[in-house]
């Protein structure tokens, strides 16, 4: 079982329980996610962070009930409030989905409508769940655009999505996602595609609208370093599976999977020291799963066991827990990278 027996459900805004999803191609079936378990604690923002093609948007799909063919969600469950969303109709799905759930999509002008303005698209939300009329969802989309820091409210209303930048789409993008004060946010790739300063305000701002809603959220991203600045709690993906969870400072500064060391290793690296780490090998192909650990063939700490059983996710430390049977040298402080990750978030 993913919760500890120090952790109370009642502080669990979100709690996913081993969710599989497939896709079915021409060339077999791919597991995307393969009995996937993450907790969402109330009021904090947890990374899921992990390479291209390790799971994450498609579990920030599977919340939101996003998943079209040739995907299906084979088994799990999904549980906001206590409520599985998997057994919801589409119907109750549209109504939670804007309203309860919200998500920001990884590009934010191919997200937002081309053939209508910025004031027809947050109407649409407004009165679907808020029953605004015109002059009440108009007002309300004023504030909100104030709020996330566009300059002329009034005058951005009546833009369409190719006359503003990637960056102002993306403060729309923010403005409706919490125009409803949902209680759950999910952003997928919020600072993609965005120069460094507008990245730097997105987040400020980010953390700013999650702290004043008072909603939990959940980014997803392979930034390593959005995720530091951002993120109270720290989810490791890789090929379909949750690999490590725990506060980020504890993943950052004493993280117990091979994967995650090597995963901080690659990306700050170049930052303490002359050379660049790299993880050798390649990911397992997601059709013909190899039998035990998913990160066996890659990792320099492995075993014969390793090979043979797929690892339980063990809780090691408070609220800290790894999928790996050598998570315990790790945690005595055995470095097999040769890599230091002490203070990198302090």
Known sequence: MFLTQREDRKDMLLRIEDLHVTFETFHGIVHALSGVNLNLHEGKITGLVGETGSGKSVTAKSIMGLIAKPGKIISGKIFLDNEDLLIKSEAKMQDIR?????????????????LFNV??????ILKRHQKLNKRASRKKAIDLLDSVG???PERRLKNYPFEMSTGMCQRIMIAMAL?????????????????????????ELFNQMVSDFGSTAMIVTHDLGVVAE???????MYASQ??????????????????TRGLL???????ISESFYYIPGRVPNLINFPSGCQFAERCEA?????????????????????????????????????????????
């Open 242 to 259: 949750i690999v490590e969870f725990g506060p980020t400072k504890n993943i950052f500064n004493r993280p117990l999977h091979p994967y």
């Open 150 to 152: 566009i300059a002329d």
């Open 230 to 236: 951002t993120c109270d709690y720290t989810a490791v």
């Open 302 to 346: 492995s075993s014969q066991i390793c090979f043979e059983k797929n690892p339980p996710m063990e809780n090691l430390y408070e609220n800290h827990q790894v999928k790996c049977f050598a998570a315990s040298s790790f945690s005595k402080g055995k470095d097999w990278t040769n890599y230091k990750t002490d203070s990198l978030i302090n």
């Open 98 to 114: 804007g309203k309860i759930i919200s998500m920001i999509f990884q590009n934010p002008r191919s997200a937002l409508n081309p």
């Open 119 to 124: 004031e027809d698209q947050m109407f649409f």
């Open 179 to 203: 125009s409803c004060q949902p209680k759950l946010l999910i952003a997928d790739e919020p600072t993609t595609g965005l120069d460094v300063t507008i990245q730097a305000q997105i987040l």
């Open 265 to 271: 290793a690659s990306s700050f690296s170049s930052e």
